[in-house]
């Protein structure tokens, strides 16, 4: 795995994705195969970026019922397909695939992180499903990996977004760039925006956020893929229809290092340290075990 | 094309309004309810609604929430019968 700080410029490409909604194998090659299109369009038309990004359920859509059918195992054709992609083009590539564990359990939406050379570096199985209508397994951790440019990586899949834990636990883990790709559909789009925005600002982090867009039997999916800096402000925001490609340069040592040489704004620090400055509290203040909020 | 009845979920919410089932009920008092009334959960295909609810394991629901989020696990185990998973 090369992992090169070199100008600390993490350059992404987020591809905003229509995936066939599949009901057999064959629908999932030809997902599979618009996939490969892509990075090869996205690394044509941003040479040298060092990542691509596709959104949560890229290989399988999620057709109601027959999704069940579709799961893939993780030495599946299609992983391997992208695996050799990404190191025949030397970049990261982030893929959701809805996977059936060997073990017998029931399906776990998964998102995988690849290197450049080909290898599965980081797996992330979605904590919190869409409840009701997705019964995937949920997982029980948000880790962080290495990645290009100075980047600790967490992903998170779209509705996790809905819930402070899972950021503030990637961000514990040590991520300063979070990557939520989603399957999010509209009528909401307001939240999808905000839960990016707030997402990046409650935990002083950069968020990747790459959407799916088209229609399946069930929904429209909103789009509007977006790059969020830790302040919570969008530097680029792709619409809200249509396939897209957004191209994304972070710096995302610039997160690292507010946590490290911030004054104040370090929202991070500060919720873990209530109080701090009052000299009742000698710079330590009250810490999370004093949140009333899960002892009740 | 795969012909893909998606609508069961539908049918069943609205059975259960029809039914009158309401929330915290326990799942004797929703059994009760049901009745005769039956849900669409296929292109020819009919089940009643106490079937459905008595494959749901919890005995009681404090809210609408909990209660669907144990049918549609319900469901999934069928699903999974249906396609040998």
């Known amino acids: ?296 | 094309m795969v012909k893909n009845f998606t609508c069961e979920p539908h049918f069943m919410m609205k059975a259960v309004t029809k039914a009158g089932i309401s929330f915290p009920i326990s799942k004797a008092e929703a059994l009760a309810k049901a009745g005769d009334l039956e849900v669409k959960v296929d292109f020819d295909k009919y089940v009643t609604l106490r079937s459905i609810l008595e494959r749901m394991v919890p005995e009681y629901y404090d809210n609408a929430t909990f209660f669907y989020n144990a049918y549609m696990a319900a469901q999934t185990k069928e699903l999974k019968k249906q396609f040998n998973y």
């Open chain 1, 1 to 296: 795995m090369s992992v090169d700080i070199g100008n600390g410029v993490l350059s992404a490409v987020l591809v905003q994705f229509a995936p066939k909604s599949a009901t057999c194998m064959e629908d999932v090659d030809y997902n599979t195969d618009r996939i490969l299109e892509f990075m090869d369009r996205a690394v044509t038309g941003f040479p040298g970026i060092d990542m691509i990004i596709f959104p949560e359920c890229c290989f399988q859509g999620m057709c109601p019922n027959l999704w069940i059918k579709v799961a893939l195992k993780m030495d599946s054709e299609p992983i391997r397909r992208v695996r050799a992609k990404c190191k025949e083009l030397g970049v990261w590539g982030v893929f959701d695939p809805w996977v059936k564990p060997d073990d017998g359990r029931f399906i776990e939406n998964t998102a995988i992180i690849i290197d450049d050379e080909g290898e599965i570096v980081h797996k992330y199985v979605k904590m919190c499903p869409w409840l009701p209508w997705e019964p995937t397994v949920p997982g029980r951790e948000c880790g962080v990996c290495q990645g290009p440019k100075g980047a600790k990586l967490a992903v998170i899949i779209c509705a996790d977004s809905n819930y402070q834990e899972i950021w503030r636990e990637a961000v514990h883990n040590g991520a300063n760039v979070i990557i939520h790709v989603s399957h999010w559909m509209g009528p909401y789009e307001a939240a999808w925006k905000l839960s990016n925005q707030a997402g990046a600002f409650f935990n002083n982090v950069h968020v990747l956020a790459a959407n799916s867009v088209g229609m399946d039997e069930a929904f429209v999916y909103c789009g509007n893929s977006m790059v969020v800096n830790p302040n919570g402000v969008i530097l680029a925001e792709a619409p809200l229809t249509g396939e897209w490609m957004l191209r994304a340069d972070i710096s995302p040592l610039a997160a690292t290092a507010t946590a490290i040489q911030a004054v104040g704004t370090n929202r991070v620090w500060d919720s873990a340290h209530r109080g701090a400055s009052c000299p009742d509290l000698d710079g330590f203040g009250l810490g999370y075990e004093d949140y009333t909020v899960y002892n009740k």
